[in-house]
């Protein structure tokens, strides 16, 4: 019976650590019986990395919302938000039922109308409030999580043509982030609440779908999808082209080619790693992850890609993030390796206590709630007739995705122009441009880089240069605010030519080609990023008076141009 006991003591003076005469431990190094490394199959660093950078979406979400909506959604806004909301509710008998709820769930219905400004600034500084502390100090509830999805929610089902994919696929991450919290508890690590499986794997299913969705739109859309052609016009006719683009367009056409084959490989077969085991898991979250930041890097897409990110963490366990927090004691990985070498000295887990059973019974729950909305996301997935970014439900939930099923050839650019002469037509008349933030307009401006913010204006303008002012009726809406010089209005633009003038007599929309110049060449050389040439009107000179009648149909009232001052 010696041998053991000895055996036993040698282990206890191994656990104790060195002694008073041993040298210290290397630096960096912890302590032999006290290992630094991580064990795989935990999350709760992937939970607090997955927190942050939802918080900071949402963030940069109603930050863009607390500048932009009172102009283009506000009370005086290019669609006002008031007027939607009686559209709805006059589409249902006048009444604020279940059915505009269920229609238009926001909260603005229990607001007071009279002063939407003040609304639209009051839920985008909460969220912007909550966002930041989640941001800061890494702390998050389902409390403070909900409160979040709810006050998105009720700003994104108000925001009618000028939301975009993106506030779909911030709203359904945020809704499963939701999930991802104690009920209560403002901890990092609660350690009654472990992160849940469930969960995680409904992020890893939101990124399977996102994926897969934009890389099945490409072959089954665009030609030039399949032929490798289509990088050879994306650079210059993606929505908000960054500097990096330019030189990215000129790249030779083997480059574009292995572009366009990496996109199919990340999109249509990567996708499925996320069901072949851990490592196969984490590759897949690697390569995602390096996608979405050559296009941040590449374009600007407002936080799409950013977003793209945050489910693509759910694919790394404890082990794979551990580099990413200092070590010591006290530290968040410190307190994770604690947390693990007590599982690991309990052996059995301990009894679920009845909270435990609660929480079990509330992911189940919501593992059923994606199962069953997924069937018509999933059907629209295997169908030939296949749709992206749409919302099968009010609440947005689990929606579908895509990006680019189509390609440009040919970037078209609508320009607003404002001359003070009293005759439109005259050969004499001169028209001076208005510059958006960040659109293509003086062919010698350098593209922006803004991303991840977001002009929403500049966005709805390259789509209006698809179609015709017709089909973009807040457009001659915006016009009537240049005429007017509606202050509100022109702080959606970087340049007014009539800044400390009268406003314009006049304003039209004239349609360009746009192509970038070529780097090192003549035009280069005189400072120009862009060519353009003049395709015609897109829509005819106007003056404010003309418009009355027009606004007047669609319930948006006269701008009145501002009083000018006697010298």
């Given at each position: 019976?010696?041998?053991?006991?000895?055996?036993?003591?040698?282990?206890?003076?191994?656990?104790?650590?060195?002694?008073?005469?041993?040298?210290?431990?290397?630096?960096?190094?912890?302590?032999?019986g006290?290992?630094?490394?991580?064990?795989?199959?935990t999350?709760?660093l992937?939970?607090?990395?997955?927190?942050?950078?939802l918080?900071?979406?949402?963030?940069?979400?109603?930050?863009?919302?607390?500048?932009?909506?009172?102009?283009?959604?506000?009370?005086?806004?290019l669609?006002?938000?008031?007027?939607?909301?009686?559209?709805?509710?006059?589409?249902?008998?006048?009444?604020?039922?279940?059915?505009?709820?269920?229609?238009?769930?926001?909260?603005?219905?229990?607001?007071?109308?009279?002063?939407?400004?003040?609304?639209?600034?009051?839920?985008?500084?909460?969220?912007?409030?909550?966002?930041?502390?989640?941001?800061?100090?890494?702390?998050?509830?389902?409390?403070?999580?909900?409160?979040?999805?709810?006050?998105?929610?009720?700003?994104?089902?108000?925001?009618?043509?000028?939301?975009?994919?993106?506030?779909?696929?911030?709203?359904?991450?945020?809704f499963?982030?939701?999930f991802?919290?104690?009920?209560?508890?403002?901890?990092?690590?609660?350690?009654s609440?472990?992160p849940?499986?469930?969960?995680?794997?409904?992020?890893?299913?939101?990124?399977?779908?996102?994926?897969?969705?934009?890389g099945?739109?490409?072959?089954?859309?665009?030609?030039?999808?399949?032929?490798?052609?289509?990088?050879?016009?994306?650079?210059?006719?993606?929505?908000?082209?960054?500097?990096?683009?330019?030189?990215?367009?000129?790249?030779?056409?083997?480059?574009?080619?292995?572009e366009?084959?990496?996109?199919?490989?990340?999109?249509?077969?990567?996708?499925?790693?996320?069901?072949?085991?851990?490592?196969?898991?984490?590759?897949?979250?690697v390569?995602?992850?390096?996608?979405?930041?050559?296009?941040?890097?590449?374009?600007?897409?407002?936080?799409?890609?950013?977003?793209?990110?945050?489910?693509?963490?759910?694919?790394?366990?404890?082990?794979?993030?551990?580099?990413?927090?200092?070590?010591?004691?006290?530290?968040?990985?410190?307190?994770?390796?604690?947390?693990?070498?007590?599982?690991?000295a309990?052996?059995?887990?301990?009894?679920?206590t009845?909270?435990?059973?609660?929480?079990?019974?509330?992911?189940l729950?919501?593992?059923?709630?994606?199962?069953?909305?997924?069937v018509?996301?999933?059907?629209?997935?295997?169908?030939?007739?296949?749709?992206?970014?749409?919302?099968?439900?009010p609440?947005r939930?689990?929606?579908?995705?895509?990006?680019?099923?189509s390609?440009?050839?040919?970037?078209?650019?609508?320009?607003?122009?404002?001359?003070?002469?009293?005759n439109?037509?005259?050969?004499?008349?001169?028209?001076?441009?208005?510059?958006?933030?960040?659109?293509?307009g003086?062919?010698?401006?350098?593209?922006?880089l803004?991303?991840?913010?977001?002009?929403?204006?500049?966005?709805?303008?390259?789509?209006?240069?698809?179609?015709?002012?017709?089909?973009?009726?807040?457009?001659?809406?915006?016009?009537?605010?240049?005429?007017?010089?509606?202050?509100?209005?022109?702080?959606?633009?970087?340049?007014?030519?009539?800044?400390?003038?009268?406003?314009?007599?006049?304003?039209?929309g004239?349609?360009?080609?746009?192509?970038?110049?070529?780097?090192?060449?003549?035009h280069?050389?005189?400072?120009?990023?862009?060519?353009?040439?003049?395709?015609?009107?897109?829509?005819?000179?106007?003056?404010?008076?003309?418009?009355?009648?027009?606004l007047?149909?669609?319930?948006?009232?006269?701008?009145?141009?501002?009083?000018?001052?006697?010298?």
């Open positions: 019976m010696a041998a053991p006991a000895e055996s036993l003591r040698k282990r206890k003076v191994e656990r104790s650590g060195p002694g008073p005469g041993s040298p210290p431990p290397a630096p960096g190094r912890e302590p032999t006290c290992p630094d490394r991580l064990r795989a199959g999350f709760w992937t939970r607090v990395v997955l927190l942050r950078a918080a900071f979406i949402y963030g940069v979400a109603f930050l863009v919302a607390f500048q932009q909506n009172k102009a283009l959604i506000g009370d005086q806004g669609l006002p938000c008031r007027l939607y909301l009686r559209s709805v509710q006059q589409y249902f008998q006048g009444q604020v039922g279940w059915e505009a709820w269920s229609y238009a769930p926001t909260i603005f219905w229990l607001l007071d109308w009279s002063n939407m400004n003040f609304n639209l600034d009051l839920l985008a500084l909460l969220g912007l409030g909550i966002s930041a502390f989640i941001l800061v100090t890494g702390c998050a509830n389902m409390i403070l999580m909900a409160v979040l999805w709810v006050l998105y929610l009720s700003l994104v089902n108000v925001g009618q043509v000028l939301s975009g994919r993106w506030e779909s696929q911030l709203l359904e991450t945020g499963l982030g939701i991802l919290c104690p009920l209560w508890t403002l901890s990092r690590l609660p350690a609440t472990p849940s499986r469930i969960v995680l794997w409904g992020f890893r299913w939101l990124i399977f779908r996102i994926m897969l969705g934009a099945l739109i490409k072959v089954r859309g665009d030609r030039c999808w399949r032929d490798l052609t289509c990088m050879d016009f994306h650079y210059e006719t993606q929505p908000v082209p960054n500097p990096l683009a330019y030189y990215l367009h000129r790249s030779p056409w083997w480059f574009h080619r292995f366009t084959l990496s996109n199919h490989v990340l999109e249509l077969l990567v996708p499925f790693f996320l069901f072949l085991g851990r490592r196969m898991c984490i590759t897949h979250g390569l995602q992850i390096l996608f979405q930041v050559v296009l941040i890097l590449s374009g600007n897409l407002s936080f799409l890609n950013w977003l793209t990110i945050v489910p693509s963490l759910a694919c790394f366990d404890d082990l794979a993030l551990g580099f990413l927090f200092p070590s010591g004691p006290h530290g968040l990985k410190g307190c994770v390796l604690k947390m693990q070498e007590e599982e690991e309990r052996g059995a887990p301990p009894q679920p009845r909270g435990c059973r609660v929480r079990q019974l509330v992911h729950a919501l593992a059923v709630l994606v199962a069953w909305l997924s018509p996301v999933v059907l629209n997935l295997l169908s030939s007739r296949q749709v992206m970014n749409t919302s099968f439900g609440l939930i689990v929606n579908t995705y895509g990006a680019f099923g390609i440009t050839k040919e970037r078209t650019e609508v320009v607003l122009q404002g001359t003070a002469s009293t439109a037509s005259a050969p004499d008349a001169m028209w001076e441009d208005y510059e958006f933030k960040c659109k293509p003086d062919p010698w401006r350098r593209p922006c803004i991303s991840p913010y977001h002009y929403r204006l500049d966005w709805l303008m390259w789509f209006a240069a698809f179609q015709t002012y017709e089909h973009n009726e807040w457009i001659i809406h915006l016009a009537s605010k240049l005429l007017a010089g509606d202050a509100e209005a022109l702080s959606l633009l970087a340049h007014n030519p009539f800044q400390g003038r009268a406003p314009p007599r006049w304003v039209r004239e349609h360009f080609r746009y192509r970038f110049s070529q780097p090192g060449g003549r280069a050389a005189e400072g120009k990023w862009w060519l353009r040439r003049r395709l015609g009107p897109y829509f005819p000179p106007l003056r404010l008076e003309d418009l009355q009648g027009y007047e149909a669609r319930g948006w009232p006269l701008p009145r141009p501002p009083r000018q001052t006697p010298e």
